[in-house]
């Protein structure tokens, strides 16, 4: 029966006897596995897999990231996955606590935004304050664009558009400037005429 084997199947005074660091480097010499070979198939680093043999676990970041690498480490090597992460927890009871920032947040219910959000959020809104006022609506300097006619109105010449119908009255009822350049401006249209 392999080291390993043996380690597993255990009685859990003689498993905890050895440390959990031990117990990952003998399951994995145990199975003729080099230290870059076992970083090779859990795509870490060396230095994460001698972290976890040392049982350096600070140096692995949060408890939540420790105990995914050993869930992995115990699974290459033919180990207990749960047995591994109970020898964790006995060895660092406070792995299954939350961080405190966590825990505060969940405590008072109030979450901390970083001041950068807010002057992301006042850049955001002052560039869209510029690009609304800048652009004046929508309209340009020549003034808004005139109707599109759709090529039904201009093939059919029984389609005539309401504004086109000042075309048809007699020149003397359209209000017109003298140069017919436009509509008169009310003061011309109450001015009386010289005829």
Sequence with gaps: ??????????????ATSLGLGERLRSARRARAISV????????????????????????LGAPVFVRGHLRRYAEAIGLSPETVLEAYRTAVPDSDRLPLVARHGARTGNVEVASWV?????????????????????????????????????????????LRSADRLPPESVDTTPDGTGPAPA?????????
Excluded: C, K
Aim: charged share 20%; no cysteine; glycine share 8%.
């Design 1 to 14: 029966m392999p080291d390993s084997d043996a380690l597993r199947d255990a009685p859990p005074s003689q």
């Design 118 to 162: 807010y002057w992301l959020i006042a850049a955001l809104l002052l560039v869209g304050l510029v690009i609304v006022l800048g652009n004046g609506g929508g309209e340009t300097e020549q003034g808004p664009a005139p109707p599109q006619e759709s090529p039904a109105t201009r093939s059919s010449p029984a389609a005539v558009s309401p």
């Design 187 to 195: 003061a011309f249209l109450a001015a009386p005429t010289g005829t």
């Design 36 to 59: 870059a070979q076992i970083a090779d198939a859990l795509r870490v680093e060396e230095s994460i897999v001698l972290a976890l043999e040392e049982e350096r676990f600070e140096a």
